[in-house]
């Protein structure tokens, strides 16, 4: 591959080529009674094209872990021939062995027996109805139907046929009286067609295909990725901000609209534009895709487009394409919009505005879409999925750590579903899709048989009535005063930027009129914002965005002491040795020319690990077991077995075990599972490293052969491996922290790649967006120019907070993030794999010893994650304990608050011996009132 795969690819890629080959042999093996669906389900923006390029270059050249099958006849399926165009050049782009004789599109002219064996075909369904060509045989046209070539294949070549559906949750509407084009494909039940052995659905929403496959009695083997994973890598944002008005009703609201959408996407090209700068790097142009109904009217799109002129200066209409099926020049008004393949737009530089219908939702692909404004109604859950899908891809493939505002993108969708938009987002905020079936939205809960332990969001003015420290926000407070005239500022000066006509002016400029000061409250709708248990993925938000900085008003002492305070990195899905990622880890550091982080850091990670080999060699020679491992190698036994043709015969006598010594060939083959065992890259050194004792090839990879299957050298070059990695990130953390934006991107995947959580430290934005609200707090970290902070808090955060900042001691506090550098991430484990808790607050108070900070969290305990991260907060506790005044679990039972002292050694036993599902037992039994 082109591409070096994401640890979750890999894994992915290793899963579905096995289920491939298993479901093949298993249908030979019954007679075909056996057939069987493998399904890849990951959500929209992980790479699906790209797990599917390399699993096909897997199976047809062979890979590491997978011998080739180059007879085999992969025939990819989808509804849309652009779509397929676009995914057989990204094939070409990904695979470095699928070329275009490896590719062909099935045109109406195609006309074969039998499908090609090493080939990888491409149909587009819609050349397959009734009066297509394709369906019809016989004749001077042609001589087989598309069909009699695909039921010839099955027939003649079942083991080596994968038919492969893209977009697998399309043309599977069970409810339908007549089969769909699709399903004939699948073929068996009542199609009357002979059943693909194996097929392959490639799908971000899955519940239609498994259903339709439920229906026809097929087993499905599914791989699921997670959009925790996917985000994990970098590939998908952070957050989306849903921009839902109460009520579009007239015209002018959506005129309206449309140019708020417009100044945000403008407001995005800023903050690229300074990022780039900062960083050195290609600018990204973010476009705004606006979502029209099926059949608009002439009237209406000039409207939109008038008004996206007017709003954007310097925008022409050749910035504004078009995806409508028409694939001509739209000729509206006094407009002509050109036609745009949707699958061009991404590298198409001059495209800022996209006009569609579908396109969005049907394998689209522009990262740099950070804008979208719909028009439609959109009522099916799947549909809305992909489209949100398509606008949380990140343009660098990675999170920006500078600047939090790019790693959020705006949908504006009024006309949606808006309790389908509020599930998909709960779904994406679980960080699994609809995967996790254990989850139960709040809406639903059985209040008799679970009692509730979730705090309450109140009112605004409860809020108010509760707290003698919390104020009512104001454009003053917030800053979003400041931030509105700076806005109004920035589209000035890129209207003179963008102007060609306007005439430069000869004397001095006139000063920009600033209005006078007017203090405003700030009144927003009161929404729910749900921060509950098991959040652990896209945060959805609603409000508009204020900056906030580090709060002038607290000594710098106090953020001092937060930068210092222990996080971890939690590890990811595995997908490559530690041996290799310590090769990766040390390329990093040693990048730079003269401002590596560690120069020579290649050389002395090989001299490491060659050394583990060099030992168990000398260990070898000095028991003197050497060579008689290499003897054990180079031999190998048959069986004999004699039977007599005839009765009567004499009984040929013969050994019954028989020694034979291995070739060339066979030394050939014990290098490379000694290439598989240990890594081809220290294989290779290892090989070289036996030059000058060894002398010939076969000896140098006999030596290689004989090490690197001895019991434990592999555990030992990954021991090895691992603990030079945190060796080389703890005694370079500084160096690594002061890396540049790319660079750090790159060395905080290899810490993600780790086999347990790692330590490190977190980062504070110095410019973070952040939703206003109507209340604001003292004291917080960061805040607006005031020293206040706007935020929405539950009831126990509210009671936590206003109980603390009473306290004359306390100094400041942070509210942690769910996600990013800047949160304090604290390691749990369940169901065997690592996760990250982030704890609510973190509070500063002055003591006799200086500035001492203290956790406390305030947190729902009714889900099933609620022991582990109770588990592995009191671990933290016991881990770090002696940097804290205290570390808390604060709940409410019956109206009485309880804190939880986890630095306390019976308590912490306490948690860790626990078995009850239900955390109450533990509160009442060592807990105090808060």
């Given at each position: 591959?082109?591409?070096?795969?994401?640890?979750?690819?890999?894994?992915?890629?290793?899963?579905?080529?096995?289920?491939?080959?298993?479901?093949?042999?298993?249908?030979?093996?019954?007679?075909?009674?056996?057939?069987?669906?493998?399904?890849?389900?990951?959500?929209?923006?992980?790479?699906?094209?790209?797990?599917?390029?390399?699993?096909?270059?897997?199976?047809?050249?062979?890979?590491?872990?997978?011998?080739?099958?180059?007879?085999?006849?992969?025939?990819?399926?989808?509804?849309?021939?652009?779509?397929?165009?676009?995914?057989?050049?990204?094939?070409?782009?990904?695979?470095?062995?699928?070329?275009?004789?490896?590719?062909?599109?099935?045109?109406?002219?195609?006309?074969?027996?039998?499908?090609?064996?090493?080939?990888?075909?491409?149909?587009?369904?819609?050349?397959?109805?009734?009066?297509?060509?394709?369906?019809?045989?016989?004749?001077?046209?042609?001589?087989?139907?598309?069909?009699?070539?695909?039921?010839?294949?099955?027939?003649?070549?079942?083991?080596?046929?994968?038919?492969?559906?893209?977009?697998?949750?399309?043309?599977?509407?069970?409810?339908?009286?007549?089969?769909?084009?699709?399903?004939?494909?699948?073929?068996?039940?009542?199609?009357?067609?002979?059943?693909?052995?194996?097929?392959?659905?490639?799908?971000?929403?899955?519940?239609?295909?498994?259903?339709?496959?439920?229906?026809?009695?097929?087993?499905?083997?599914?791989?699921?990725?997670?959009?925790?994973q996917?985000?994990?890598?970098?590939?998908?944002?952070?957050?989306?901000?849903?921009a839902?008005?109460?009520?579009?009703?007239?015209?002018?609201?959506?005129?309206?609209?449309?140019?708020?959408?417009?100044?945000?996407?403008?407001?995005?090209?800023?903050?690229?534009?300074?990022?780039?700068?900062?960083?050195?790097?290609?600018?990204?142009?973010?476009?705004?895709?606006?979502?029209?109904?099926?059949?608009?009217?002439?009237?209406?799109?000039?409207?939109?487009?008038?008004?996206?002129?007017?709003?954007?200066?310097?925008?022409?209409?050749?910035?504004?394409?078009?995806?409508?099926?028409?694939?001509?020049?739209?000729?509206?008004?006094?407009?002509?919009?050109?036609?745009?393949?949707?699958?061009?737009?991404?590298?198409?530089?001059?495209?800022?505005?996209?006009?569609?219908?579908?396109?969005?939702?049907?394998?689209?692909?522009?990262?740099?879409?950070?804008?979208?404004?719909?028009?439609?109604?959109?009522?099916?859950?799947?549909?809305?999925?992909?489209?949100?899908?398509?606008?949380?891809r990140?343009?660098?493939?990675?999170r920006?750590?500078?600047n939090?505002?790019?790693?959020?993108?705006?949908?504006?969708?009024?006309?949606?579903?808006?309790?389908?938009?509020?599930?998909?987002?709960?779904?994406?905020?679980?960080?699994?899709?609809?995967?996790?079936?254990?989850?139960?939205?709040?809406e639903?809960?059985?209040?008799?048989?679970?009692?509730?332990?979730?705090?309450?969001?109140?009112?605004t003015?409860?809020?108010?009535?509760?707290?003698?420290?919390?104020?009512?926000?104001?454009?003053?407070?917030?800053?979003?005063?400041?931030?509105?005239?700076?806005?109004?500022?920035?589209?000035?000066?890129?209207?003179?930027?963008?102007?060609?006509?306007?005439e430069?002016?000869?004397?001095k400029?006139?000063?920009?009129?600033?209005?006078?000061?007017?203090?405003?409250?700030?009144?927003?709708?009161?929404?729910?914002?749900?921060?509950?248990?098991?959040?652990?993925?896209?945060?959805?938000?609603?409000?508009?965005?204020?900056?906030?900085?580090?709060?002038?008003?607290?000594?710098?002492?106090?953020?001092?002491?937060?930068?210092?305070?222990?996080?971890?990195?939690?590890?990811?899905?595995?997908?490559?040795?530690?041996?290799?990622?310590?090769?990766n880890?040390?390329?990093?550091?040693?990048?730079?020319?003269?401002?590596?982080?560690?120069?020579?850091?290649?050389?002395?990670?090989?001299?490491?690990?060659?050394q583990?080999?060099?030992?168990?060699?000398?260990?070898?020679?000095?028991?003197?077991?050497?060579?008689?491992?290499?003897d054990?190698?180079?031999?190998f036994?048959i069986?004999?077995?004699?039977?007599?043709?005839?009765?009567?015969?004499?009984?040929?006598e013969?050994?019954?075990?028989?020694?034979?010594?291995?070739?060339?060939?066979?030394?050939e083959?014990?290098?490379?599972?000694?290439e598989?065992?240990?890594?081809?890259?220290?294989?290779?050194?290892?090989?070289?490293?036996?030059?000058e004792?060894?002398?010939?090839?076969?000896?140098?990879?006999?030596?290689?052969?004989?090490?690197?299957?001895?019991?434990?050298?592999?555990?030992?070059?990954?021991?090895v491996?691992?603990a030079?990695?945190?060796?080389?990130?703890k005694?370079?953390?500084?160096?690594?922290?002061?890396?540049?934006?790319?660079?750090?991107?790159?060395?905080?995947?290899?810490?993600?790649?780790?086999?347990?959580?790692?330590?490190?430290?977190?980062?504070?934005?110095?410019?973070?967006?952040?939703?206003?609200?109507?209340?604001?707090?003292?004291?917080?970290?960061?805040?607006?120019?005031?020293?206040?902070?706007?935020?929405?808090?539950?009831?126990?955060?509210?009671?936590?907070?206003?109980?603390?900042?009473?306290?004359?001691?306390?100094?400041?506090?942070?509210?942690?993030?769910s996600?990013?550098?800047?949160?304090?991430?604290v390691?749990?484990?369940?169901?065997?794999?690592?996760?990250?808790?982030?704890?609510?607050?973190?509070?500063?108070?002055?003591t006799?010893?200086?500035?001492?900070?203290?956790?406390?969290?305030?947190?729902?305990?009714?889900?099933s994650?609620?022991?582990?991260?109770?588990?592995?907060?009191?671990?933290?506790?016991?881990?770090?304990?002696?940097?804290?005044?205290?570390?808390?679990?604060?709940?409410?039972?019956?109206?009485?608050?309880?804190?939880?002292?986890?630095?306390?050694?019976?308590?912490?036993?306490?948690?860790?011996?626990?078995?009850?599902?239900?955390?109450?037992?533990?509160?009442?039994?060592?807990?105090?009132?808060?």
């Amino acid at each position: 591959m082109k591409f070096k795969l994401r640890g979750y690819q890999a894994v992915a890629k290793r899963d579905v080529l096995e289920d491939i080959s298993d479901a093949l042999q298993r249908y030979i093996e019954t007679d075909g009674e056996r057939v069987t669906a493998v399904q890849l389900t990951a959500p929209t923006g992980s790479g699906k094209t790209v797990i599917a390029s390399a699993v096909i270059e897997a199976a047809l050249f062979g890979a590491d872990d997978f011998t080739a099958n180059s007879d085999w006849t992969f025939l990819w399926v989808s509804d849309d021939p652009s779509l397929n165009e676009q995914t057989s050049r990204k094939f070409l782009t990904a695979s470095d062995k699928i070329s275009h004789g490896t590719i062909e599109i099935i045109e109406s002219s195609f006309d074969q027996k039998v499908l090609d064996g090493g080939k990888v075909y491409f149909l587009n369904v819609q050349k397959l109805n009734s009066s297509a060509r394709l369906s019809k045989e016989g004749g001077d046209l042609r001589e087989y139907s598309f069909w009699s070539t695909l039921t010839n294949t099955i027939e003649m070549k079942p083991d080596k046929l994968v038919i492969m559906i893209d977009e697998a949750h399309v043309g599977m509407r069970t409810e339908r009286s007549r089969d769909t084009i699709v399903s004939r494909i699948i073929g068996g039940a009542k199609t009357g067609r002979p059943p693909a052995p194996v097929i392959v659905g490639i799908t971000a929403t899955p519940k239609r295909f498994e259903k339709a496959m439920d229906a026809i009695n097929r087993r499905v083997r599914a791989t699921r990725i997670g959009v925790d994973q996917v985000q994990a890598s970098g590939l998908l944002k952070d957050g989306l901000v849903l921009a839902s008005p109460q009520q579009i009703a007239a015209n002018f609201n959506e005129s309206a609209l449309l140019r708020h959408a417009v100044s945000t996407v403008r407001r995005y090209e800023q903050e690229w534009a300074a990022y780039s700068a900062q960083n050195n790097e290609p600018q990204v142009l973010p476009a705004m895709v606006i979502q029209v109904a099926n059949m608009p009217s002439d009237d209406e799109l000039s409207s939109i487009i008038s008004v996206v002129l007017e709003s954007w200066p310097g925008l022409k209409t050749h910035n504004i394409c078009h995806t409508f099926g028409e694939h001509s020049v739209l000729q509206v008004g006094s407009y002509a919009i050109p036609y745009s393949n949707p699958e061009d737009i991404q590298d198409d530089l001059d495209i800022r505005v996209v006009l569609c219908k579908q396109a969005i939702t049907t394998g689209w692909d522009c990262p740099r879409a950070e804008v979208l404004l719909s028009y439609r109604k959109v009522e099916e859950e799947d549909a809305i999925t992909q489209i949100i899908g398509r606008m949380i891809r990140t343009p660098l493939a990675r999170r920006v750590e500078q600047n939090e505002a790019l790693n959020y993108v705006h949908c504006f969708l009024p006309r949606f579903n808006k309790a389908g938009v509020k599930q998909i987002a709960d779904r994406l905020k679980l960080g699994d899709d609809s995967f996790r079936q254990e989850w139960v939205h709040p809406e639903t809960f059985d209040k008799d048989t679970l009692p509730e332990l979730v705090p309450a969001v109140p009112s605004t003015e409860m809020t108010l009535a509760g707290s003698t420290l919390a104020k009512r926000a104001t454009t003053f407070n917030t800053g979003l005063r400041e931030e509105l005239l700076r806005r109004k500022e920035a589209e000035h000066a890129d209207a003179k930027l963008f102007d060609d006509e306007t005439e430069q002016p000869t004397g001095k400029p006139e000063p920009v009129e600033v209005p006078e000061p007017v203090e405003e409250l700030i009144i927003v709708e009161e929404q729910e914002l749900t921060d509950g248990p098991g959040a652990t993925g896209v945060s959805v938000i609603t409000q508009e965005n204020v900056r906030l900085t580090r709060n002038p008003l607290i000594d710098s002492s106090v953020f001092e002491n937060l930068l210092e305070l222990p996080s971890y990195v939690i590890p990811g899905v595995q997908y490559r040795t530690q041996v290799d990622r310590l090769k990766n880890f040390a390329t990093l550091l040693t990048g730079g020319g003269k401002n590596a982080i560690l120069q020579g850091a290649s050389k002395m990670a090989n001299d490491r690990l060659l050394q583990v080999l060099k030992e168990t060699r000398v260990q070898l020679d000095a028991s003197d077991k050497f060579q008689e491992q290499a003897d054990k190698l180079a031999h190998f036994f048959i069986e004999n077995e004699v039977t007599t043709l005839f009765d009567g015969n004499a009984v040929l006598e013969v050994d019954q075990l028989e020694e034979v010594e291995i070739d060339s060939k066979g030394v050939e083959q014990l290098f490379a599972q000694a290439e598989r065992r240990i890594g081809r890259t220290m294989a290779n050194a290892y090989l070289n490293e036996r030059y000058e004792e060894d002398g010939d090839t076969f000896t140098m990879m006999m030596s290689v052969a004989v090490v690197a299957h001895q019991p434990g050298v592999k555990e030992k070059l990954e021991q090895v491996a691992n603990a030079t990695i945190v060796e080389w990130f703890k005694e370079y953390q500084t160096q690594i922290n002061k890396a540049p934006a790319a660079l750090k991107a790159q060395l905080d995947e290899v810490r993600s790649e780790a086999t347990e959580p790692e330590p490190t430290v977190i980062s504070l934005a110095d410019n973070k967006p952040f939703p206003v609200a109507e209340v604001v707090w003292p004291k917080h970290l960061l805040s607006s120019p005031t020293g206040d902070y706007p935020v929405k808090l539950n009831e126990w955060e509210i009671h936590v907070l206003d109980t603390e900042l009473k306290d004359a001691n306390c100094l400041g506090w942070y509210r942690n993030p769910s996600s990013g550098s800047g949160a304090l991430t604290v390691p749990y484990k369940m169901n065997g794999r690592h996760r990250g808790l982030t704890p609510d607050f973190i509070f500063f108070h002055q003591t006799d010893d200086g500035v001492v900070p203290s956790i406390l969290d305030p947190h729902a305990q009714s889900l099933s994650d609620s022991i582990p991260k109770l588990r592995g907060l009191a671990k933290y506790a016991k881990d770090h304990g002696d940097q804290y005044q205290r570390i808390e679990s604060i709940i409410k039972v019956n109206d009485i608050f309880y804190s939880l002292n986890l630095k306390d050694s019976s308590v912490q036993a306490a948690v860790a011996s626990y078995s009850e599902a239900r955390p109450e037992g533990l509160y009442v039994e060592h807990a105090g009132k808060y």
